[in-house]
């Protein structure tokens, strides 16, 4: 969600053939002004959600004296209700303001999101989007029912691990097709909620991954109904940082960071094109609820996001009318190997597969794609 908005920033000074190229890799409608449109409804209604806490937030910091369209400045003003601050890119002050400015939209669980190594003289433009949630359980777990539990690894191997316990009513539903099940978990004003599916194969990971590639997730998510489960949910933080540039360039969206991409519609004084995508991101799951970060600086020279344990499977959606969240169909798979130890992450936009490896700690792998919540379940029918 938060490198969406900050690429849809960028997709909003596309000119030429770089409109249906952008457009293209984001999933999103050719035409800019429907997808800028549709996407700043979609963010205003998750503004609105009761009873959690939701903060999004852009700004573009902008080389002193360099010269923006007015007509992208009005754009971003409208659709994404962006602030413009002119800053000396080449002072070490600006990386502390930048920094300052998403630590404190996102509650100080963001920091240090850029160094003042990130821009040089050739630095014009930095996009920069923030959000925070903070949601609490429709049904919070007892701390008194949380204990030390065996979590797999594999099917034989397993580590120690606190997990949060409930015995209640959720919607739930046997996936026979996936070989899997379905649990949601609503958050207070349930319009948010937590979708978990759960394979029933330890090993069954890579199964269920092939099988979602060509599932219709919107008919499969309101497939739940209500019943008694017994949840077993590990309690966990996790913070993590990547640079999603070749991430990015390999599932789709080369064009935007190549010397052909036409970013006329930002400025005519210089040729643009982005140079880097910085993404970090925090997560706590925990017996209230769950509270979650994201922030993505762009450089320039919905939603339904699932996950995977032991995998199981889970998915933040927010269901706010009718709406369709055509462009924010994440799906984010994750592999928990070792609670603090080893992940792997696998996202999928739409039909959009793409795996990706980086370091989370000095010899610790992680498959990653865009680092947004996460959250493990493992779970059993009555």
């Given at each position: 969600?938060?490198?969406?908005?900050?690429?849809?920033?960028?997709?909003?000074?596309?000119?030429?053939?770089?409109i249906?190229?952008?457009?293209?890799?984001?999933?999103?409608?050719?035409?800019?002004?429907?997808?800028?449109?549709?996407?700043?409804?979609?963010?205003?209604?998750l503004?609105?959600?009761?009873?959690?806490?939701?903060?999004?937030?852009?700004?573009?910091?902008?080389?002193?004296?360099?010269?923006?369209?007015?007509?992208?400045?009005?754009?971003?003003?409208?659709?994404?209700?962006?602030e413009?601050?002119?800053?000396?890119?080449?002072?070490?002050?600006?990386?502390?303001?930048?920094?300052?400015?998403?630590?404190?939209?996102?509650?100080?669980?963001?920091?240090?999101?850029?160094?003042?190594?990130?821009?040089?003289?050739?630095?014009?433009?930095?996009?920069?989007?923030a959000?925070?949630?903070?949601?609490?359980?429709?049904?919070?777990?007892?701390?008194?029912?949380?204990?030390?539990?065996?979590?797999?690894?594999?099917?034989?191997n397993?580590?120690?691990?606190?997990f949060?316990?409930?015995?209640?009513?959720?919607?739930?539903?046997?996936?026979?097709?996936?070989?899997?099940?379905?649990?949601?978990?609503?958050?207070?004003?349930?319009?948010?909620?937590?979708?978990?599916?759960?394979?029933?194969?330890?090993?069954?990971?890579?199964?269920?991954?092939?099988?979602?590639?060509?599932?219709?997730?919107?008919?499969?998510?309101?497939?739940?109904?209500?019943?008694?489960?017994?949840?077993?949910?590990p309690?966990?933080?996790?913070?993590?940082?990547?640079?999603?540039?070749?991430?990015?360039?390999?599932?789709?969206?080369?064009?935007?960071?190549?010397?052909?991409?036409n970013?006329?519609?930002?400025?005519?004084?210089?040729?643009?094109?982005?140079?880097?995508?910085?993404?970090?991101?925090?997560?706590?799951?925990?017996?209230?609820?769950?509270e979650?970060?994201?922030?993505?600086?762009?450089?320039?020279?919905?939603?339904?996001?699932?996950?995977?344990?032991?995998?199981?499977?889970?998915?933040?959606?927010?269901?706010?009318?009718?709406?369709?969240?055509?462009?924010?169909?994440?799906?984010?798979?994750?592999?928990?190997?070792?609670?603090?130890?080893?992940?792997y992450?696998?996202?999928?936009?739409l039909?959009?597969?793409?795996?990706?490896?980086?370091?989370?700690?000095?010899?610790?792998?992680?498959?990653?794609?865009?680092?947004?919540?996460?959250?493990?379940?493992?779970?059993?029918?009555?």
């Amino acid at each position: 969600m938060s490198c969406l908005i900050a690429l849809a920033m960028a997709h909003a000074g596309a000119k030429g053939d770089s409109i249906p190229k952008i457009a293209r890799g984001l999933r999103l409608p050719e035409n800019i002004t429907d997808a800028l449109q549709g996407l700043s409804e979609v963010v205003e209604q998750l503004r609105e959600a009761p009873s959690v806490e939701l903060s999004i937030a852009n700004k573009i910091y902008v080389k002193q004296d360099f010269p923006i369209l007015e007509e992208y400045s009005t754009a971003l003003e409208k659709y994404f209700q962006v602030e413009a601050e002119n800053v000396v890119f080449t002072d070490p002050s600006t990386a502390d303001k930048i920094n300052d400015w998403v630590s404190n939209q996102t509650k100080d669980k963001i920091k240090n999101l850029v160094d003042s190594n990130s821009f040089d003289g050739l630095t014009r433009l930095v996009l920069v989007n923030a959000i925070y949630f903070k949601g609490p359980w429709l049904k919070p777990f007892k701390k008194d029912k949380t204990h030390n539990r065996p979590f797999f690894t594999d099917e034989n191997n397993s580590v120690e691990v606190p997990f949060m316990y409930q015995k209640t009513h959720f919607p739930y539903n046997k996936l026979d097709e996936l070989d899997a099940q379905l649990l949601v978990m609503p958050y207070e004003g349930l319009e948010l909620s937590m979708a978990i599916i759960l394979p029933n194969k330890k090993e069954g990971l890579k199964e269920l991954e092939e099988k979602l590639a060509t599932a219709d997730l919107g008919k499969l998510l309101q497939s739940g109904y209500p019943r008694d489960v017994e949840v077993y949910l590990p309690k966990f933080k996790i913070e993590t940082s990547l640079d999603l540039v070749d991430h990015l360039s390999k599932m789709g969206l080369s064009h935007i960071f190549s010397d052909d991409v036409n970013l006329t519609g930002i400025s005519i004084a210089e040729e643009l094109k982005v140079s880097k995508v910085v993404q970090k991101a925090f997560i706590e799951v925990s017996e209230e609820g769950t509270e979650a970060a994201a922030a993505t600086g762009k450089f320039k020279s919905i939603l339904h996001v699932y996950i995977v344990l032991w995998p199981s499977l889970w998915q933040f959606s927010f269901t706010k009318g009718s709406i369709t969240f055509f462009m924010l169909k994440f799906i984010i798979y994750l592999l928990l190997q070792k609670l603090n130890q080893f992940c792997y992450w696998r996202r999928c936009c739409l039909s959009w597969y793409e795996t990706i490896h980086l370091t989370l700690n000095e010899n610790e792998p992680m498959w990653f794609s865009e680092a947004v919540s996460l959250t493990l379940l493992r779970f059993n029918q009555l």
